[in-house]
Structures are given as C-alpha cells and as structure tokens.
C-alpha cells in the first residue's frame, strides 16, 4: 500500500479546521488597504468575501495566505494563533488558494502540474510510482482530468478544475476562491461551484469565495462577509439576505439599478461589414475562420464568449493591429484597412482591451495621448507643426468632461490608475463630434462600480446618436445589459445570434462552451 | 597519398571528422544556453564566456604543467574555465535582473567583456605551447591515416555527449527541471507555488555558463588547440541561435551541434580533395546556415513552438 494513499484516508475523517481573522490591518505606506477586519470561517461551510474593487479583499486573503505580512492582527485555527510567514506555511495549515489566473504552467502536463505544485516532493520523481498515486488520487477527485494532457491543450473550465484539483491533491482543508468563475461559461461555473459545493456538505472542505457574482453566491453560498473601503461592512447568513441588502453592504448606499434608455432608430443603415473574414493567432494557427457580421447605424451588437475564441483576433483586425488571412472589411460600403486616413475618412474609433498597452504611449503624457488621434490636423496643428497650446487646451477640456484624475495634463498617462487610463482613452475615442463606427473591446474590465456604469452610459449615449457600436466583452451581463443584438463567438466562429428581446441565456451559456 | 586514394570519399569523410572534432563548443555553449533560456532568461554573453573559458584553461594548464604534471594539468584548466564561466555568469545573472534591464542588452555588454578580459589576460600566453587533453583513438583498427585522425575523440565531446540527454532527463524527471520550466514558462505559476524566480534564474544562468567555459576549454585545449584572439570565430553566438533550432529540446541541440561542427569543416574538407575554388565561401557557411535558420525559423506572423512562455521578457 502507498503511504501516500493511507494519510488520504486516514485525514479525510476529520473536519477542516475553524479559521479566525482577528482585527487585521494592513498598511501600504500610507495607504490603509485593511482596518481592523474579522472574519470567521467556520469548518464545513461555504463562505463569501465581498466587495467592490479596492475593498481589501485580495489584501485580506493574501495575509491569510502569508503573501503579506498584516500590520497588526492574527490569524487563528481552532482557537490557536498561528502565524503565516509565507504560502508554505499555509498548505502547512491546510489552506490552499485558487487564483482568478490560473496558476499552472501551460507547456506542461496535467500530472507534471500536480507534481510540482507540492513543497515536500522528492528530488527526483519516479514517474511510475507517481502515475500510481495520481491515478489512485482522481478515483476519489470530485472531476476528472486525463493525466498527461497538455494544460495549454485544455479549456479554460478544465484548467479552473485542474487548479482546484491541485489544492485538493494538496489535501487543503481551507479553500479560497479568487473569482474562480471570470473565466468559465456559466454552465461550467454551476458545474464547478456545485461539485466544489458537494465536497462542502460533505465535511471535506470549507471554502473563502471572492467573488462579485450575486447569482452564484446566492446559489451556493452560506454566509458572507462584506468589505468596503478596506473595513468590515458586515456579515450575514445568505437565506437571511436579499441581493439588494447585499448590495447595500457593498456600495454603502441602495443604490437603483441604473435605467437603459434606448432611442429607436427608423432606417438603419449598414456601417460595419465583415466579410469572410480568416485571421491566424500568434502561433500561426487559424483564430478565427470565416466570420460574417454587419453592424447598422444606432445599434449596439455584442460579441459573447470565452476568452481564447477569437475575439482578441477579430478586434485586432479591425483595429489595424492584425493582418487578415482572408477575407475583407467595409465601412461605409468601402473597403477599409484601418490605415489612420481610413479611420479618420470614416470616422472609426476603438476602445481596445488592456487599454494603457493597446491604445496609449505609456510614457507620453496625458495631454499627448489625448491628441494622438488629432494632433496632425488643423486646430492642433499647422503644416508640419505641432502645436502645443491648442493640444493642452483641448485636453485640458478633456480631462474636466470625462472627469479624468490626474495630476496635470503633463503626467505620463502610465501614472494614472486603470479606470483613469480608460477614462482617458474614452475621452479620445469618444469626444469627436462625428463618430460613425465604435469598437469596444472589454470596456469595463477591472473597474469598479462607478465606472463601469459610466462607461455603459457613455456607450448607449453614443449608440442614441446613432453610432454602429460592435462590443466585445467576456461579461454576459454588460452585453445583455447593452446590445441590440447578441453573438456568441466560439473556436473562430458565430455559434449563435439573436435580437436581445429574444435571447435565451442557457442557449448563450452552451454556445459558448461550444456545444 | 591517402588523399587521392580516397579520392571525393575524402569529402564526407572530412566533414565527419569535422563534426566529431568541431561540434563539442557548439555542444557544450547551446547546451548552457538552454538551461539558461529553460528559466526564461537569455544569455548572449556566451561568447565572451567561451573565450574566456577557452583563455584561462590554456592559462591554467601552462601554468600548472610544472607543479601536477601535464596529465592533469590540463583538466585542472577544464575545470578553472568552468570556473571563470560561473563568474561570468554571475555577473550577468545579476545584471540582467535588476529592473527595467534588457537581458540582450547585458548579452552584448557581457560578450565585449568576456572577450576583453580574456583578450587582456591572455596577451602573455599566446606563444607557449600547453599541455593538452588527451584522445580516445578509437581509429587505430584502420590503415588509413584520415580515418585515424577522424576518429580520435575527445574525452570532453563524450561528456557533452552524455550530457545531452541527461539534461532532458533532468528537465523531465526531477524537481529542480520541474522548478527551471515553470520558471522559464510561467514565472506567475512559479511564484504562487513559492518557487524564487530570482534564486533558479541566477542559478540556471550560473549553471549555464559554467558549461559554457569548458566549451571554450576544448577551443583552447583539444581543437584547434592553441589560444588565440580569433579562436572562437563566432560559436558561442552561433551556438545561442542554435538553441532557437533545437526547439530549446537538449537532444536536439546535440543533432544541431554536430550538424554544425560538420559545416564547418565543408571549405577544409573541400580543399583537401583539391577544390580551392570558394574556399571562404565553404568556410564561411556556418554563418549561413545561422542566417538561413534564423530567416527560416523567425517569422513576424507568429510565435515559436516550444519556446519558454516568459522568454525575454521583463518579470
């Protein structure tokens, strides 16, 4: 009998251990990301961190995890204080920690992963006896993964299963869930949650889930704890709460679902065709083959689907950044290249994702990429001659309408935080009196509350002016929220469309996952 | 003459001796260099290791010839061009580790030094002869004169030999080739799973510049054997682009080495059966075999398979 195997099964007849955060404060110079926050994970139960972006709870649980050292406060299982000095000492204590990336290494295999990820393996692996373990360890895994698939070779809810796998294989007690979801179709996220959930009931495990996703928590969750601002904003059993008191503890203030408006255009004129289009990934191969997509004056079209189906691809097409293999683009009727006289005859503007690497200079300052689409023409300059009043002049503009916060027109755009980058490129793509074609590519990711609903108004409003908007987004529910029209893109191709009043969510849910 | 008497048949024969005398640098630096590119980091300062190593083993072994005899004194020099290599690596790891630092940048720094260094300390033996390493003549069945030379081999080429595939399963069945890939592929991974990115590059960087030295001790000690400031002529950068072709597989960098030991032995080969036409171009066609790979291999359209994820960039 493997040894292994025997403390397997001896250990799963105990339950996992009550964990305690006590008063824990954390200081990042002068910034205070945690104040005096507590939080009771008790053994057996599913529990939830919530909070906008920037409440502290990646901070919380990377104390926990001994990534940070607090401030003050203390860390207790089963009454006794312990400290965390690093992640070692962690699975130590039996927590293990699931990231919102995952954490596995693409080039090699599902069983070199497992291998790896232990602190106290062997300094040479005998693959054979391995093999037995692993093999003996996935009878009794709550999913299957082949063993010597490739992890660059799986999909994205297998890898989020394999990372799972691993702090299981780990013999963790204690799971904590980063947003394990962002990345999963909804199906699979139920499928995950739920199995995850199965070993909770079971007495096998508790789990510490960060996430933002009302619809999960209240489908698998037992209690939350709610941050905001870095301090404790309170906490509670989920059968005892509504979304909107859950909302309440998160935002501070009940807060109304913000209102769509949208205008109906009476003659819808095609601006955005997309013909036949084939492009190849970085690799060489194919990304997307073949797409066909039209999109009309006054109408806001989504683009759904799981991060890796060709999305990026298509918006770098269209973008210029991409060479299509195949296929053609036009705007207006006419062939289009994306050349800047192109761009600027037809009036085309893109709000690409990961906006400070795909749509700024980092280094230049606030001022310059706000003229970047404007500082070679008339009133920004003259001949061959920039002209640096006007140029500051409109930004300063700029920077008052979108409310962008930065230290002066002349600070370089990479100094300024996430939303006031987007909020900058925002301000460029959209301020142009005569827009004609919007390309969005995951607008809202990484932002909070506020400006994500400001970046969604500011999209309809351009739609109501009657602007062609294409949007691409991982976030089902910004797309339900905005389009007129939805698709589902999977492995380079549309899988499914429909006008958004007659949407079905399962169906969007299983084309994603390319069924 | 034998040559006549083996007439064109002198021509593959030369170009496997070449192979079985020319490719241990090759072996031994693009070796290194896959350790080092394993863990995500490049190191073009190979060159200047090579020449380095190649300098003070020739140094070494002069130098030592009196004091423990001339059959060790030369593997005292195998072992100190080793040696000198990990300084060199050192320093590069070091260097190209601090922030915003371009690991090409140091590369190039690092060949100038090496070069230098050896260049500048090397002056005074240039002229007197080392001992050198001795050969396996496993030729001596043969009552050919080429076949005899073609078949001495160095104890050193043996070693890369053997070493090629136990790096593969060292990358394949320990911790530590685990820890190197994970590095090298995903430093984001490595460091959730409390791996020191800084601690295995350093390492993979030291490691690989010690193999890199005793590469340059077979230039100085074995073939051509002797120490001069153009010996190296461009095969420790040859031996970095290599690993490009080897697909950063170790076995393959030992098919790629001898590919390219034995083009370079084509112009001498060539000559030898009496073609003196384009002697320089023959000579020159390890060069060009490095240029048609590299056009070969690089395109702008797409991403290299099997190279480590993180390769180059800034963590």
């Given at each position: 009998?493997?040894?292994?195997?025997?403390?397997?099964?001896?250990?799963?007849?105990?339950?996992?251990?009550?964990?305690?955060?006590?008063?824990?404060?954390?200081?990042?110079?002068?910034?205070?990301?945690?104040?005096?926050?507590?939080?009771?994970?008790?053994?057996?139960?599913?529990?939830?961190?919530?909070?906008?972006?920037?409440?502290?709870?990646?901070?919380?649980?990377?104390?926990v995890?001994?990534?940070?050292?607090?401030?003050?406060?203390?860390?207790?299982?089963?009454?006794?204080?312990?400290?965390?000095?690093?992640?070692?000492?962690?699975?130590?204590?039996?927590?293990?920690?699931?990231?919102?990336?995952?954490?596995?290494?693409?080039?090699?295999?599902?069983?070199?992963?497992?291998?790896?990820?232990?602190?106290?393996?062997?300094?040479?692996?005998?693959?054979?006896?391995?093999?037995?373990?692993?093999?003996?360890?996935?009878?009794?895994?709550?999913?299957?993964?082949?063993?010597s698939?490739?992890?660059?070779?799986?999909?994205a809810?297998?890898?989020?299963k394999?990372?799972?796998?691993?702090?299981?294989?780990?013999?963790?007690?204690?799971?904590i869930?980063?947003?394990?979801?962002?990345?999963?179709?909804?199906?699979?996220?139920?499928?995950?949650?739920?199995?995850?959930?199965?070993?909770?009931?079971?007495?096998?495990?508790?789990?510490?889930?960060?996430?933002?996703?009302?619809?999960?928590?209240?489908?698998?969750?037992?209690?939350?704890?709610?941050?905001?601002?870095?301090?404790?904003?309170?906490?509670?059993?989920?059968?005892?709460?509504?979304?909107?008191?859950?909302?309440?503890?998160?935002?501070?203030?009940?807060?109304?679902?913000?209102?769509?408006e949208?205008?109906?255009?009476?003659?819808?004129?095609?601006?955005?065709?997309?013909?036949?289009?084939?492009?190849?990934?970085?690799?060489?191969?194919?990304?997307?083959?073949?797409?066909?997509?039209?999109?009309?004056?006054?109408?806001?079209?989504?683009?759904?689907?799981i991060?890796?189906?060709?999305?990026?691809?298509?918006?770098?097409v269209?973008?210029?950044?991409?060479?299509?293999?195949?296929?053609?683009?036009?705007?207006?009727?006419?062939?289009?290249?994306?050349?800047?006289?192109?761009?600027?005859?037809?009036?085309?503007f893109?709000?690409?994702?990961?906006?400070?690497k795909?749509a700024?200079?980092?280094?230049?300052?606030?001022?310059?990429?706000?003229?970047?689409?404007?500082?070679?023409?008339?009133?920004?300059?003259?001949g061959?001659?920039?002209?640096?009043?006007?140029?500051?002049?409109?930004?300063?503009?700029?920077?008052?309408?979108?409310?962008?916060?930065?230290?002066?027109?002349?600070?370089?755009?990479?100094?300024?935080?996430?939303?006031?980058?987007?909020?900058?490129?925002?301000?460029?793509?959209?301020?142009?009196?005569?827009i004609n074609?919007?390309?969005?590519?995951?607008?809202?990711?990484?932002?909070?509350?506020?400006?994500?609903?400001?970046?969604?108004?500011?999209?309809?409003?351009?739609?109501?002016?009657?602007?062609?908007?294409?949007?691409?987004?991982?976030?089902?529910d910004?797309?339900?929220?905005?389009?007129?029209?939805?698709?589902?893109?999977?492995?380079?191709?549309?899988?499914?469309?429909?006008?958004?009043?007659?949407?079905?969510?399962?169906?969007?849910?299983?084309?994603?996952?390319?069924? | 003459?034998?040559?006549?008497?083996?007439?064109?048949?002198?021509?593959?024969?030369?170009?496997?001796?070449?192979?079985?005398?020319?490719?241990?640098?090759?072996?031994?630096?693009?070796?290194?260099?896959?350790?080092?590119?394993?863990?995500?980091?490049?190191?073009?300062?190979?060159?200047?290791?090579?020449?380095?190593?190649?300098?003070?083993?020739?140094?070494?072994?002069?130098?030592?010839?009196?004091?423990?005899?001339?059959?060790?004194?030369?593997?005292?020099?195998?072992?100190?061009?080793?040696?000198?290599?990990?300084?060199?690596g050192?320093?590069?790891?070091?260097?190209?580790?601090?922030?915003?630092?371009?690991?090409?940048?140091?590369?190039?720094?690092?060949?100038?030094?090496?070069?230098?260094?050896?260049?500048?300390?090397g002056?005074?033996?240039?002229?007197?002869?080392?001992?050198?390493?001795?050969?396996?003549?496993?030729?001596?069945?043969?009552?050919?004169?080429?076949?005899?030379?073609?078949?001495?081999?160095?104890?050193?080429?043996?070693?890369?030999?053997?070493?090629?595939?136990?790096?593969?399963?060292?990358?394949?069945?320990?911790?530590?080739?685990?820890?190197?890939?994970?590095?090298?592929?995903?430093?984001?991974?490595?460091?959730?799973?409390?791996?020191?990115?800084?601690?295995?590059?350093?390492?993979?960087?030291?490691?690989?510049?010690?193999?890199?030295?005793?590469?340059?001790?077979?230039?100085?000690?074995?073939?051509?054997?002797?120490?001069?400031?153009?010996?190296?002529?461009?095969?420790?950068?040859?031996?970095?682009?290599?690993?490009?072709f080897?697909?950063?597989?170790?076995?393959?960098?030992?098919?790629?080495?001898?590919?390219?030991?034995g083009?370079?032995?084509?112009?001498?080969?060539?000559?030898a059966?009496?073609?003196?036409?384009?002697?320089?171009?023959?000579?020159?066609?390890?060069?060009?075999?490095t240029?048609?790979?590299?056009?070969?291999?690089?395109?702008?359209?797409k991403?290299?398979?099997?190279?480590p994820?993180?390769?180059?960039?800034?963590?």
């Amino acid at each position: 009998m493997n040894p292994a195997v025997e403390i397997s099964q001896t250990k799963e007849l105990d339950l996992p251990p009550e964990l305690e955060v006590v008063n824990m404060t954390k200081q990042f110079g002068q910034l205070i990301a945690l104040d005096q926050v507590s939080l009771t994970l008790k053994p057996g139960t599913f529990h939830a961190l919530l909070g906008e972006n920037g409440a502290g709870k990646s901070t919380l649980v990377k104390c926990v995890m001994g990534f940070y050292q607090p401030t003050s406060g203390e860390v207790r299982f089963n009454q006794q204080v312990q400290t965390i000095a690093s992640p070692r000492d962690a699975q130590r204590h039996g927590i293990g920690m699931v990231y919102q990336h995952f954490t596995s290494v693409p080039a090699m295999t599902v069983a070199e992963n497992l291998v790896l990820c232990r602190y106290e393996s062997a300094a040479l692996i005998d693959w054979k006896a391995e093999y037995e373990v692993l093999n003996a360890f996935m009878e009794t895994a709550p999913f299957k993964l082949p063993l010597s698939a490739i992890v660059a070779q799986l999909a994205a809810g297998e890898k989020q299963k394999l990372e799972i796998l691993k702090q299981l294989y780990l013999k963790s007690k204690i799971l904590i869930l980063d947003e394990p979801t962002s990345v999963l179709t909804p199906g699979e996220a139920d499928e995950v949650l739920g199995l995850i959930r199965q070993e909770v009931v079971a007495g096998h495990l508790s789990v510490l889930l960060i996430s933002h996703k009302f619809r999960e928590v209240t489908a698998f969750v037992d209690e939350i704890t709610v941050l905001r601002k870095g301090k404790f904003a309170g906490s509670g059993s989920v059968k005892d709460l509504t979304i909107a008191d859950m909302a309440e503890m998160m935002m501070g203030e009940k807060r109304d679902p913000q209102k769509v408006e949208k205008t109906v255009h009476p003659d819808p004129t095609p601006v955005l065709q997309i013909q036949e289009i084939h492009a190849n990934k970085d690799n060489g191969l194919e990304a997307i083959s073949g797409v066909n997509l039209t999109v009309n004056s006054g109408e806001i079209v989504g683009i759904a689907g799981i991060s890796g189906n060709g999305q990026r691809e298509l918006v770098e097409v269209l973008a210029g950044q991409r060479i299509a293999t195949a296929g053609q683009v036009l705007v207006n009727g006419e062939v289009y290249r994306a050349s800047r006289r192109e761009m600027f005859k037809h009036r085309v503007f893109v709000l690409p994702e990961e906006p400070l690497k795909n749509a700024c200079v980092p280094q230049m300052s606030v001022a310059e990429n706000l003229a970047l689409r404007t500082f070679d023409r008339s009133p920004q300059a003259k001949g061959w001659m920039l002209l640096f009043k006007p140029i500051r002049e409109a930004a300063q503009r700029l920077i008052k309408i979108f409310k962008i916060k930065t230290p002066s027109p002349e600070t370089p755009v990479s100094n300024l935080s996430g939303g006031n980058v987007q909020r900058t490129v925002l301000a460029r793509e959209l301020s142009s009196d005569h827009i004609n074609l919007l390309i969005a590519a995951n607008p809202c990711f990484g932002l909070d509350f506020a400006a994500v609903d400001y970046i969604h108004s500011e999209i309809l409003e351009t739609r109501n002016r009657g602007v062609a908007v294409l949007l691409v987004s991982e976030d089902l529910d910004e797309l339900l929220k905005l389009s007129d029209r939805i698709l589902v893109i999977s492995e380079g191709k549309f899988a499914y469309e429909s006008p958004i009043a007659t949407a079905d969510f399962a169906a969007i849910g299983r084309s994603m996952a390319g069924h | 003459m034998a040559t006549e008497a083996l007439g064109w048949w002198g021509v593959p024969l030369g170009i496997m001796a070449g192979m079985l005398r020319g490719s241990a640098p090759f072996l031994f630096v693009s070796l290194g260099e896959c350790l080092t590119e394993k863990s995500g980091k490049v190191n073009l300062g190979l060159e200047g290791t090579l020449l380095t190593g190649a300098m003070s083993a020739y140094a070494i072994s002069y130098l030592t010839e009196k004091s423990v005899g001339p059959a060790i004194s030369p593997w005292l020099g195998v072992l100190v061009a080793g040696l000198a290599g990990m300084v060199l690596g050192f320093i590069h790891a070091w260097l190209s580790q601090q922030p915003k630092v371009n690991d090409v940048a140091v590369g190039i720094a690092m060949i100038i030094f090496g070069s230098g260094i050896a260049f500048f300390l090397g002056k005074p033996f240039i002229q007197p002869p080392a001992p050198q390493l001795p050969t396996f003549d496993l030729g001596a069945w043969s009552n050919v004169p080429q076949i005899q030379s073609a078949l001495k081999i160095s104890p050193l080429l043996i070693i890369g030999i053997l070493l090629a595939p136990l790096m593969a399963w060292f990358f394949k069945s320990t911790r530590w080739g685990l820890f190197i890939r994970a590095v090298g592929d995903s430093p984001d991974a490595a460091l959730a799973m409390g791996i020191s990115i800084a601690k295995v590059r350093m390492l993979c960087i030291i490691a690989g510049s010690f193999l890199a030295g005793i590469g340059g001790a077979y230039l100085s000690l074995y073939y051509p054997g002797s120490w001069s400031e153009r010996i190296s002529s461009g095969q420790g950068l040859m031996a970095v682009a290599l690993v490009i072709f080897a697909r950063w597989n170790p076995i393959q960098c030992l098919w790629a080495s001898l590919l390219f030991g034995g083009a370079q032995a084509i112009g001498p080969a060539l000559q030898a059966v009496g073609v003196e036409g384009g002697y320089y171009l023959f000579n020159a066609s390890p060069y060009i075999l490095t240029l048609l790979i590299m056009i070969i291999t690089c395109s702008p359209k797409k991403t290299l398979t099997g190279a480590p994820g993180a390769l180059g960039t800034f963590t």
